[in-house]
C-alpha cells in the first residue's frame, strides 16, 4: 500500500523534476558552446586568424612579383626574374611569430622557383640555399615540400653535369647520388600526400 | 460526635437524576458530560483489544493525510524549480540576443586543399600563386560582408 502510494505521489514529481533538469542542462551547455563560439570568432581554431588585409597584400604582392618574373624570364632575363622574387623574401610575412600558412606556403615555393632560376644561371649554392630556406617554411608532407625536393633533384642533377664537363667525376658522382635521395624523397612525399587526398588511393579524402 | 463521623447528608434530587444519567450514559446508553472523560481515564489505565478493522481504517487515514500533505511539498518544490529554470531561460535568450554575436569567419589555412595534383617540375609557379590568391580574396570578401552583417 504505502509503495503504491509512493509510486502515485514522486511519477508526477519525477517528470517535472526531469524536465527542469534538462532545460537547465540545455541552458548550459548551449550558453557555454556560444560563449566559445565567440571567442574564436566563430571557428574550431582559437590559434589561425582571419583572412585579412595584410593577407590579402601579401598575396597580391606575391602575386605580381611572380608575373613580373614571368615577363623577365621571357625576356630571357633570369637575374632580373631573381631579383623580382627576391623583393617578396624581405617582405614581412603576415602573422608575425605565428606566420601565415598561406604566406609560409607562397614563400616556400617561391624559394623553389628562384633555386630553379639560379640552378638555371648555374649559381648552385645559392640556389640550394634557396631550397633550405623553402624547405624551413613547406608544410611537412605536401605537395610545397615535395616540389622542394624535386628541384633539389635537378639542381643536383645540373650540378653533377657540371662537375662531369670540367672533369670532377667524383663530385659530379656524388651530385648524381643526391640527385636521386632527392628525386625519391619527393616521390615518396608525393605519394604520401596523394594517399591521403585520394580515397580511391586508399586513403581518407581531403 | 465530631465532624468528620458526622453522616453526608441524604442526596438531593437533582444529584440522585445526575448520578442515574452519568450510569446510564457509562453502560452506553445516552450521554453525559463526564462519561467522555471517564472513558478516557478508562482506557489509560487499562486499554482494552482494539478491532483490527478499525485499526486498518485509522492507519490507511493517518498515510493518506500524510501523502496528501508531502506530495503538495514535492510540487511546490519541483513547481519553483521549474520557475526557476523557465526564468533562466528567459533572462538567457534576452540577454543573448542583447549582445551581437561575433560573425563566422574563413581562418588562415593551408592552401594544398586547392591542388589536386604534384607540382609540375618546372614552371607553374605564377599559376599556383594565382590560385591561392584569388581563393583567398574570395575568403576575405565574405570576411568583409561577414563584418557588415551581410548575409
New interface residues.
Given amino acids: 500500500m504505502i509503495a503504491d502510494c509512493g509510486t502515485r505521489v514522486r511519477s508526477p514529481a519525477t517528470w517535472i523534476a526531469s524536465l527542469a533538469a534538462i532545460v537547465l542542462v540545455a541552458l548550459a551547455s548551449w550558453g557555454c558552446t556560444g560563449r566559445d563560439r565567440g571567442e574564436t570568432g566563430g571557428a574550431s581554431s582559437v590559434a589561425a586568424p582571419p583572412v585579412d588585409t595584410i593577407l590579402m597584400a601579401y598575396l597580391s604582392k606575391a602575386r605580381s612579383l611572380h608575373h613580373l618574373a614571368d615577363m623577365r624570364e621571357e625576356d630571357g632575363d633570369l637575374r632580373g626574374a631573381v631579383a623580382e622574387l627576391d623583393k617578396l623574401m624581405t617582405t614581412p610575412i603576415p602573422g608575425g611569430a605565428q606566420p601565415m600558412q598561406e604566406a609560409l606556403e607562397v614563400l616556400a615555393d617561391t624559394y623553389a622557383r628562384t633555386a630553379e632560376l639560379r640552378g638555371q644561371l648555374g649559381e648552385f649554392d645559392a640556389a640550394e640555399r634557396d631550397l633550405e630556406q623553402g624547405l624551413k617554411r613547406a608544410p611537412k608532407v605536401s605537395f610545397f615540400e615535395g616540389h622542394l625536393y624535386e628541384v633539389r633533384g635537378v639542381i643536383a642533377q645540373k650540378r653533377a653535369k657540371a662537375l662531369a664537363d670540367k672533369g670532377d667525376k667524383d663530385g659530379s658522382e656524388k651530385q648524381r647520388r643526391r640527385a636521386f635521395e632527392d628525386f625519391d624523397q619527393a616521390g615518396r612525399i608525393q605519394d604520401k600526400v596523394i594517399e591521403r587526398l585520394l580515397p580511391d588511393a586508399g586513403g581518407h579524402g581531403r | 460526635m465530631s465532624e468528620i463521623e458526622r453522616p453526608t447528608p441524604d442526596p438531593t434530587p437533582e444529584e440522585v437524576r445526575e448520578a442515574q444519567a452519568l450510569r446510564e450514559a457509562l453502560e452506553g446508553h445516552g450521554e453525559h458530560e463526564l462519561a467522555e472523560l471517564a472513558g478516557a481515564l478508562k482506557f489509560a489505565h487499562d486499554p482494552p483489544e482494539i478491532d483490527p478493522a478499525l485499526n486498518e481504517t485509522l492507519v ?1 487515514a493517518a ?2 493525510r500524510a ?1 496528501r500533505s ?2 503538495r511539498v ?2 511546490v518544490a ?2 519553483a ?2 520557475a ?3 526564468a ?2 528567459v533572462a ?1 535568450l534576452v540577454t ?1 540576443g542583447g549582445v551581437e ?13 586547392l ?5 609540375p ?2 614552371g607553374g ?2 599559376a ?3 590560385r ?2 584569388e581563393a ?2 574570395r ?2 570578401r565574405a ?1 568583409l560582408f561577414a563584418r557588415m552583417g551581410v548575409r
Avoid: K, M, W
Fill in positions: 490507511r498515510i493518506a501523502h508531502g506530495s514535492v510540487y519541483f513547481g524549480a521549474t526557476l529554470a523557465l533562466a531561460a538567457l543573448r554575436r561575433a560573425p563566422e569567419l574563413a581562418l588562415s589555412r593551408s592552401t594544398q586543399s591542388f589536386d595534383a604534384p607540382f617540375r618546372q609557379t605564377s599556383r600563386v594565382d591561392i590568391a583567398r580574396a575568403d576575405y570576411n
